[in-house]
């Protein structure tokens, strides 16, 4: 959602803070702007508009000066427009907001400032709340207002009479801070800045950082001065490029093999799954009754794969939750529950928030997540990161698959440790793991047959897929992929249950996708796509090598690994197919209309 960047230096704002906007375009926004300090004028200047960053840079021609802040937003409070666009500026105080302040109404009334505000949005009134308590410190007005905000919040200030200096303060949304000889940087998450320093901190909750060109110093809300932890970036920024690939996607789902290798292969020491390195503690394997598993969209699906595996050998009982439904339930929970959160970023505020609450609850937790030091990461207990590298794509794809490699994992060494799969089993588990990366090359090295399937799909309005067992969550994933990135509305459907009302929905204008990995399945499946063809549908076929037959035709041959071990693969040659549609349509793959890479409000 929003993004943020600041920098103060001794170089110009503008390019900087540009640059770092156009790395901020992958979270999804409809607005954006630059406010900078300029030293002829003494005061902050604002540029914003609604649309691109390239139209901002055009209107930004001579913006001037080495301190500056600038935006991408993603409307929540009021509509998408130029003076909705951030920043704000409030008589001395200029300000960016990433988050939703709840009770903004309030504070206006309370301040008397409706008729002044530009702008609908409730990142204004906060402008004007730090204004009105300004007396010339800053942290102290910025300390009171944002102890009278409700909801959520990563703001940077500048002052006008402040002219080399920014200020920063969260609670919940991400800030990012790192420094070189050059100056300071500041963003809303590391991709933004993470070229200038290998070595970067995420600013504490609840404290103000006081950023100048020569450092950074923090302090608690009593104005106690704090060390932030430091963190060091492994990621290869410098190469996160699309490097040569028409859209990220594309080169995501293409680096899927290697990633998968990545997370796994260090996790592995004599055949054998092993956490050492993540510092969890085989306790949390053992000392659980159930497993309740907490995410959102893709990460969720993962989550199901997860909960067919653990279930059947750990033989523990999985629940899997939507994260924004998770603590409006009334969830079974205590400390006997292992709470396994899965995201990406780290950042999804639904995730975030139902881990607190489980935590709250007394449950153990777990989090497999991409973004290190991201606040779910920092919130848990236990963090076992994924290997995935930068996923700027909007559609999840390589995140996903790495997720779902850990749940593998999981599921192997909780079985050994409970006893369920003795050291000969466990080793043969992790062997079938391992030929996962390989079977998803093949795939990848076949990708031009699925883009021909893909022509069949460009002038659908509604698809099916159906599938059985493992196979079912694969398509709920794969459903989801094609309908944010191509527009075609899909619905995922475990085959037999289609018949008890949606066949009705069939037609020979609704293709109908269906997956067939699961060798004892195989012939139910079968009787399912008889159904479908019987009322018209097309079937495009995905079948695992060693069941393809006579008695049914096959549109594209998956790789054989054990039943369980399909998953992968199996949502490899969805990716592909989805991905073929929405860039065959002419559509912008990497960024779908309406969504965001990182979800950030409820
Ligand atoms: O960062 P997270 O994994 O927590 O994000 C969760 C979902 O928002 C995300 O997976 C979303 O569904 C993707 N757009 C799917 O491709």
Redesign the pocket.
Known sequence: MCGIIGYTGYSEARGILLKGLKTLEYRGYDSAGVAVYHPDFNETLVTKCEGRVEKLEAKCGSVKGTTGIGHTRWATHGGVSDNNSHPHKFGRVTLVHNGIVENYAAIKNQLGVGSKLKSQTDSEVVAALIDAYYEGNPNEAIVRAVKELSGTFGLAIMFDDIPNKIFAVRNVSPIVCCQNDDGVYIASDIMAIGEYSEDYFVLPEFSVAEISPEGIVIKDFDGNEIQPDMLKLDWDIKNSGKMGYPFYMEKEIMEQPEVIEKTISNRITDGMPDFSSDNVDDSIFTDCDNVTVI???????AGLIGKHIIEKYCKVPVTVNM?SEYMYNDPIINDRTLVIC???????I??LEALKYARRKGARSLSIV??KGST?ARESENVIYTNAGPEI?????K??TT?VAVFYLIAAKMAHIRGLLNDYSTKHFVEQLCKVPAAVSDILDRRQDIHKLSNGMLTAEHTFMIGRGLDYPTLLEAS??LK??SYIHSEAFASGELKHGTIALITNQTPVIALLSQDSLMSKQVSNIREVQSRGAEVITFIKSNLKSKDIECSFELPSLDDDFMAIPSIIAMQLLAYYVSSDKGLDVDK?RN?????TVE
């Not at 899965?342 to 999804?348: I, K, L, N, R």
């Not at 969504?595 to 979800?599: E, I, M, Q, R, S």
């Open positions: 995410a959102c969209g893709t990460a969720m699906h994260a899965v995201s990406q970023s780290g950042e999804t639904d995730t991409n973004v779910i794509a909007v559609a999840s794809t995140a996903y997720q989801l992929k944010e990135i779908p969504l965001a890479k990182v979800v």
